[in-house]
């Protein structure tokens, strides 16, 4: 079954704002987890950009992004966002929203995401 659901990309002119949401399905209590996206551009590997702890009071960002891109989530609503303001052309990819079973960790290795959403295009031009 579908347990996360990842939603919000779009295409933007450099400098434009973006919100992605991944909202999980009630399979999944997304209070026990930490979150964490990641994003694959064309021809390249897929990357951390960020993560987010089961409460929201400790976040990590990958250098490209920090202090562009925010992380932040509501647990009743099941649902993690990722604010993401400045935006460059290189930012161009498809981001996704894992899910790591724990409460202390923000890990930026994929392997440790037990799930992931289905994915969301993100486009900015020049």
């Known amino acids: 079954q579908v347990l996360l659901v990842a939603s919000g990309g779009g295409s933007v002119q450099a400098g434009g704002s973006l919100r992605l949401s991944c909202t999980a399905s009630?399979?999944?209590?997304?209070?026990?987890?930490?979150m964490g996206w990641f994003r694959q551009a064309p021809g390249k590997e897929r990357e951390f950009v960020g993560s987010?702890?089961?409460?929201?009071?400790?976040?990590d960002y990958a250098d490209s992004v920090k202090g562009r891109f925010t992380s932040s989530r509501d647990n009743n609503k099941s649902t993690v966002y990722l604010q993401m303001n400045s935006l460059k052309p290189e930012d161009t990819a498809v981001y996704y929203c894992?899910?790591?079973?724990?409460?202390?960790?923000?890990?930026?290795?994929?392997?440790?995401?037990?799930?992931w959403g289905q994915g969301t295009q993100v486009t900015v031009s020049s």
């Open positions: 009630s399979g999944l209590t997304i209070s026990n987890y930490a």
């Open positions: 987010i702890n089961w409460s929201g009071y400790s976040t």
């Open positions: 894992a899910a790591h079973r724990g409460t202390v960790n923000l890990p930026r290795s994929q392997s440790e995401y037990a799930y």
